[in-house]
């Protein structure tokens, strides 16, 4: 009884049953009256007295009900059986699509994600089979980053270990001196490999929900205009120009100080790497409605319309990019910094006029009450 095939049959043969008892309820008590009716009016339709008739047409008027009954009887098995087999044929045309989907949902669990499941006509069932398409499409995507990811990690981890392993068997071999100058090449090192290991370790809790906060109630103006000068050094010597506005007035907000300043460092690094020699990097604050929207432009080359939804995926990487310096992070922090600003109730956005034409990310904050 839980098979859509069998509710779909015996709902057809019990809509069947159903009008044929309905119709012979209401032909079983009109008939007998409509033929007394009929005799009536053949034997010129005169009054009669009570019984006048009743013998001679008694046997007429049951014969009749009888020939009734037995053809609404036979009527009623003829429909249900048809209302059967019309219920067998759509529960079929219903369940085959289903089963492909079934089959397909299956093998995309098994890992097969480059299959596809033909759109039927049934405009509910093609949407449905046009999101299980899209479905895998997305796991495939997703899969291949994944991958992508293992061998960028691997690539990340191996340069440093490979150095601190030279740098280690030369001391020990006595070829290299264990000076200041040694071991600090050791410790550069292996501070890359923590910072790995903290950008992954904040990728999954900022994924997860788990984002520690230290809220407090701070002018975020303080915090913005700090983190970006801490990169103005950095900003030099790209040869680029850095403007930072934040106003006067101060813009009171309830948020972690050290978290917002990551997701600033993190949007002007992004610019810095995008933007080529000569160009200029904005950083600006302003109160918006509720909002306070802190506001991180470049000139650099821009994002193309297709892939603005996109660049706060976690491992994306945008194709097509004439500066490699741009894709030598690890790819997490803008999706690191959307997670971030969500805890904090705000959001992050991009925007851009197109490729060289620079872009713009732009995270808002809900201004706290006074």
Known sequence: MNRLSVRLVLSHLLVAILGALATFVIVRQLAPALFDETLRRGQGGGPRAPGQGFGQNAGLREQFA??????????????AAVAAVF??????????PLGRLRDATRRIAEG??????????????ADLASDVNSLGRTLAETEARRL????????????????IDGYVEGMIDGVLPTDTASLGHVGEES??????????????????????????????????ASAAERLRPQVQDAGLT??????????????????????????VGNAIRATPEGGSVTVTCVVS????????????EGLAEADLPRVFERFYRVRGR?????DSGTGIGLTISRGIMGAHGGELSAASGGLGKGATFTARLPLAAA
Do not use: K
């Not at 007035?249 to 972690?256: H, I, K, L, Y």
């Open 148 to 163: 992508r990811l293992l061998g960028e990690v691997a690539h990340e981890m191996r340069t440093p270990l490979t150095v």
């Open 87 to 96: 219920g067998i044929v759509a529960a079929s045309r219903l369940i085959r």
């Open 66 to 79: 009888a020939s009734v009954d037995q053809a609404l009887l036979i009527g009623a098995l003829v429909g």
């Open 191 to 224: 501070r890359r490999l923590r910072r790995l290991a903290d950008d992954l370790s904040a990728l999954s809790r900022a994924e997860e929900g788990r984002l520690q906060l230290a809220m407090a109630r701070i002018d975020v103006r303080l915090v913005v």
């Open 242 to 267: 850095l403007d930072v506005d934040c106003g006067a007035a101060p813009m009171m907000v309830a948020a972690d100080g050290d978290r917002i300043g990551q997701v600033v460092t993190n949007l």
């Open 112 to 125: 097969n994600y480059d299959t596809a499941v033909v759109v039927p006509r049934e405009a509910e069932l």
């Open 322 to 326: 004439t500066n490699p310096a741009i």
């Open 289 to 300: 409605g509720s909002w306070v929207e802190v506001a991180v432009a470049d000139t650099g």
